[in-house]
């Protein structure tokens, strides 16, 4: 039947039924789009293990991640908060010792991952165990993994994160306007996302993170190659730090080699420098706690690609010149006096003391950092990863310093648990005959003592190297010497003794000549 005149036409049911569908499906598409997009976790992954290494992911951009475009322009905004107040594009964070390779925009250490719709980066294991080395100050740097990093300066980079968020122009507008800038592009969805909730959000998070960070402001400065492993762990384990005991204050101590992890795993050797752990793997999740990675986000998957390798993972040769009949005399000195605690040699772990903790009354090592973890903060990180099968049971209170395995000895300089010995020639000497002070943070070698160039009178005042003018870095001068009573424990200079692991036991009462025997024959580990 035709409408009747002046009425409008009807719309037949079937349309209306079409139309019902290409909503519900333009809405189902919309949904899902939405669904993929922000629950989207998609890691750069690399098919080289090596590669995987400098540049995977553990799972920390899940939850500490930062915008790739804000990560790039962060620098550009605020030099001044960097070491050398100094700008550089695609190197952008070089000035606080991170290592760029020819064709990659991110430093060794950061990797990268698309989450919740957005690229994140963040640190992984290779920022504290990845190193560079220079014959000269004029030679190209040869880049070595596993290795201890001996440039890094992670508490530079905290103060320089944790500065940018408090400073008035870490502002949305001005962000998004500066990411523009450099190339930064985004689409209106994520454009929306950083203006009105990413971007305030992560400067709400870093300015709570500095508060509990304020263990930095009481202990001496960390510098290149070295942090403080236990007391981030005890404030975001909610500890109430201002009700700690002084002596627990100051955990400073070197990143570790962590090449041959098959032979630790296999002789159940104990992990970290003072020995509480034995397990391998809960002492990789967690170093991955300290890259920013929790029991919901850590990526096990990629982390299983990493331990895997490391099982295997020899660390390099000594590339430089080695003296044979001297490297041999050495050898029997070292099975005298070193083997039994550290092992036959750089390859063989036998020794009827090694990975025992030695007594800190007899060994005599600076005890900052054994004191800094605490019987408390065993029983507290045992309840990490509870309700998963691999809840953490194996940490514990030891009351000594570990007798490691040598492999690699060369490139893991300076040398003892907190780095206050620069070389392995000083190591040898009693503690009133090494460097009351010196520089960390130059990798130009020193193939005589074995170690890097840190001797003062080859620096100036302001921490450069006076033969190597064109390097950005400052480095940092380390001072041993604890100051007087009375004072706050980063005004004394707590933390950096150089005493101890010394003694006619410890070799430091050789001649010079059996010293440097010694010396030659551990460039071979």
């Keep these: 039947m035709a409408d009747a005149p002046g009425q409008p036409p009807k719309i037949q049911p079937w349309k209306w039924r079409v139309v019902l569908l290409v909503v519900v499906a333009l809405i189902t598409i919309g949904c899902l789009y939405f669904a993929y997009r922000f629950t989207r976790d998609a890691p750069v992954t690399y098919t080289d293990q090596e590669e995987h290494f400098k540049y995977g992911s553990t799972g920390g951009e899940r939850e500490s991640g930062i915008p790739y475009w804000i990560w790039k322009v962060l620098p550009k905004m605020f030099p001044e908060y960097l070491p050398d107040k100094t700008y550089t594009p695609g190197q952008e ?3 606080l010792g991170f290592l760029y390779e020819p064709g990659k925009d991110l430093p060794i250490g950061v990797s990268r991952r698309n ?17 560079s080395v220079r014959e000269t100050p004029q030679s190209p740097r040869a880049l070595y993994t596993g290795m201890p990093s001996n440039t890094v300066d992670l508490e530079a980079f905290e103060r320089f994160i944790f500065a940018c968020a408090s400073d008035q122009r870490f502002r949305a507008d001005r962000l998004m306007c500066e990411m523009e800038a450099i190339g930064g592009k985004y689409d209106l969805i994520n454009r929306f996302l950083l203006r009105y909730y990413a971007i305030p959000l992560m400067r709400e998070r870093l300015i709570m993170l500095q508060g509990h960070f304020r263990f930095v402001d009481w202990e001496p400065d960390a510098g290149p190659g070295r942090t403080d492993t236990f007391n981030p762990a005890k404030t975001l384990l909610e500890f109430p730090l201002e009700n700690l005991e002084t002596r627990e204050l100051v955990g400073l101590c070197d990143f570790p080699s962590i090449w041959l992890q098959g032979q630790r795993k296999e002789r159940h050797l104990h992990a970290h420098w003072d020995g509480n752990n034995s397990m391998m793997e809960e002492r990789n999740k ?41 490297s041999a005399q050495g050898e029997k000195l070292y099975a005298q006096y070193c083997a039994s605690c550290h092992g036959r040699s750089g390859r063989d772990f036998t020794g009827e003391y090694v990975g025992d903790p030695v007594p800190i009354d007899k060994i005599g090592t600076d005890r900052h950092r054994l004191d800094s973890y605490t019987e408390e903060l065993a029983v507290a990180q045992n309840t990490l990863y509870a309700g998963y099968p691999w809840r953490f049971s194996h940490f514990r209170k030891t009351f000594g310093y570990v007798n490691l395995p040598l492999d690699g000895l060369w490139l893991r300089a300076p040398y003892l648990h907190n780095g206050s010995v620069p070389t392995l020639h000083d190591l040898l000497n009693p503690s009133a005959e090494r460097p009351a002070v010196f520089y960390r943070g130059y990798d130009v070698f020193d193939q005589t003592k074995v170690g890097f160039v840190s001797d003062v009178n080859r620096f100036d005042d302001d921490g450069r190297s006076k033969d190597d003018t064109g390097n950005p870095h400052r480095y940092f001068k380390f001072e041993t010497q604890t100051k007087p009573n009375g004072l706050t424990p980063r005004d004394r200079n707590e933390g950096n003794s150089n005493a101890g692991h010394e003694g006619e036991e410890y070799g ?4 010079t000549q059996e010293k440097d025997a010694i010396v030659e024959y551990l460039k071979t580990f």
């Design 286 to 326: 967690s170093a991955a706690f300290g890259a920013g990675t929790f029991p919901p986000t850590i990526d096990l998957k990629q982390i299983a690609r990493i331990e895997e390798w490391l099982l295997h993972k020899e660390p390099p040769k000594y590339p430089f010149p080695v003296n044979t009949p001297l």
């Design 93 to 95: 964070y070089v000035s």
């Design 508 to 511: 430091t009462m050789l001649s």
């Design 115 to 131: 989450t919740q719709g957005l690229d994140r980066v963040f640190l992984n294991c290779a920022i504290c165990h990845a190193g």
